[in-house]
């Protein structure tokens, strides 16, 4: 037996923390509005890193579409029992988030040389083979899938004097947002791209938009972290170790904007062809950057961080005319009109039809389905016959053989008839009015009919 769960590999990955839960939530359509809305503005916590402003601990409970659950400690766990406490998450759609020592998994750097302690995301398993599926780096710093088997991960998991203490999390994706069970739906926010950007060019902290939830971090943000990357250099030169996350996350940044270029031209018809050259530019020269940090990594050759700091200065001033230019010209395109009442509500009621519908593949939903229908406007209910006939028909069949099922009492009956006379004030198409009332009545008769057999009945009846 095999199971996998569906998993991509992002566009940013320099930090796991990240990487991982991009990797879940882009394996899903919906998600890529909401990455393009986001993920512009850099930061720096110390100087010596830089970060990308949205999410970048350990927590992942702020990510959409992404349910945490953290797993019980695993101190009085054995390998087996770990391993099938790893499955049956697995068996339930959970994602499974957790820290190894790479000592112990082939393929790492550390592996059968030094203790390591990493995080690790496990994605699926093969009974068969007796592997999990799993995404990290690997030698070389490469991030990629690979398997490993259940004992070297139980292993890598259990041992060490801290292992059984790390944390472990479990992370599903839905649709759905707790605790209301809503549908999540997220639109691509252009106003939020160009405050961003605007952010960004002007070296603002951008945290403070975000203070009613959190203290702004007041860490230095914006174009001014290239001054990170010529510390780096600078520390190079005396020390002869440099860092190469920063250059990474640079790189990602502008291979990030490229895309969302793409993504403008392509969704939403803008010109920008331009740009997309322009920044396509910029991430090939974040690249040059990186692999010219790295090959002084291998050769210790100091001349090449002549040429690395000449050619970082050519960067962050064609990335500043870049962006200016891009910020000026997303600036001119008009907004999104604002929606009449009208076509707000007809909206929203598109939404609401859509999320009743997918749960009414499964027949388990329909009770479910009866009390939320149950609870809408008749003018709602009307609005689904005109957005989608079809789907209304099924929806008002599983509402009414749902409402069978219950067996209301009289007073129940004469409410529904009334907001069934209610429901056809509201349908404007006499065709279709005349249709959905010939149902209704249909039903209203036989609700009377089963009401006052009951009324016959020596049992009183009680709601449900």
């Given amino acids: ?47 010596f890193e830089i970060m990308m402003h949205n999410y970048e601990d350990t927590n992942f409970k702020d990510y959409p579409w992404l349910v945490v659950n953290d797993f019980e400690s695993l101190v009085e766990y054995g390998e087996e029992e770990l391993v099938q406490s790893l499955i049956q998450a ?25 203790t390591h302690v990493h995080d690790l995301l496990i994605n699926g398993y093969d ?85 009613m939830l ?12 290239y001054k990170v990357l010529y510390s780096q250099i600078k520390n190079a030169s005396s020390t002869g170790r440099l860092e190469l996350h920063p250059f990474l996350t640079m790189y990602e940044h502008k291979l990030l904007m490229n895309r969302r270029v793409e993504y403008f031209i392509k969704q939403k018809g803008l010109h920008l062809d331009a740009f997309l050259t322009a920044t396509g530019t910029l991430a090939e020269k974040c690249l040059s950057a990186r692999n010219l940090a790295l090959k002084f990594l291998f050769t210790g050759d100091h001349s090449i961080l002549v040429r690395l700091t000449n050619h970082i200065k050519e960067l962050e001033a064609l990335e500043y005319q870049v962006f200016t230019d891009l910020h000026a010209e997303l600036n001119t395109v008009k907004p999104r009109k604002l929606l009449s009442k009208a076509e707000l509500f007809f909206a929203e009621s598109s ?40 789907k209304a028909n099924k929806l008002m069949y599983i509402f009414l053989k749902s409402m069978e099922e219950r067996n209301w009492p009289a007073h129940h009956t004469d409410w529904f008839v009334s907001r069934c006379r209610e429901l056809l004030n509201h349908i404007e198409d006499s065709v279709l009015r005349e249709m959905v009332g010939d149902s209704l009545k249909a039903v209203s008769r036989s609700r009377i009919s089963a009401s006052r057999r009951r009324m016959t009945s020596s049992e009183p009846q009680c709601l449900p």
Avoid at 17 to 34: F, K, M, N, Q, R
Avoid at 372 to 389: C, G, H, K, Q, V
Wanted: with cysteine.
């Fill in 90 to 114: 697995i068996d339930r759609d959970q994602y499974v988030y957790l820290f190894v020592d790479e000592f112990y998994i082939p393929r790492t750097g550390s592996y059968g040389i030094r």
């Fill in 127 to 211: 009974l068969e083979a007796q592997k999990f599926y799993v995404s990290g780096y690997v030698k070389n710093s490469q991030y990629t899938f690979y398997t490993v088997s259940f004992e070297e991960l139980a292993s890598s998991a259990l041992n060490g004097d801290s292992m059984p203490h790390k944390e472990i999390k479990l992370l599903k994706y839905s649709k759905y947002k707790l605790p209301n069970y809503t549908y999540l739906a997220y639109k691509f926010d252009m106003e939020n791209v160009v405050e961003q950007l605007a952010d960004y060019l002007s070296n603002q902290d951008t945290s403070v938009r975000t203070r």
């Fill in 351 to 390: 939404t609401k039809l859509d999320h009743l519908f997918e749960l009414s593949t499964d027949q388990d939903n329909y009770p479910d389905i009866y009390d939320r229908m149950a609870s809408l406007y008749p003018e709602t209910i009307a609005s689904f016959y005109e957005i989608d006939r079809d």
């Fill in 1 to 47: 037996m095999e199971k996998k769960l569906p998993i991509v590999e992002p566009i940013i990955k320099c930090y796991q923390s990240v990487a991982y839960p991009l990797s879940i939530i882009l394996a899903h359509d919906e998600a890529w509005p909401w990455l393009y809305s986001n993920f512009i503005q850099l930061y720096s916590p110390n100087g």
């Fill in 214 to 225: 959190q203290s702004p971090n007041h860490f230095f943000s914006g174009i001014q972290v």
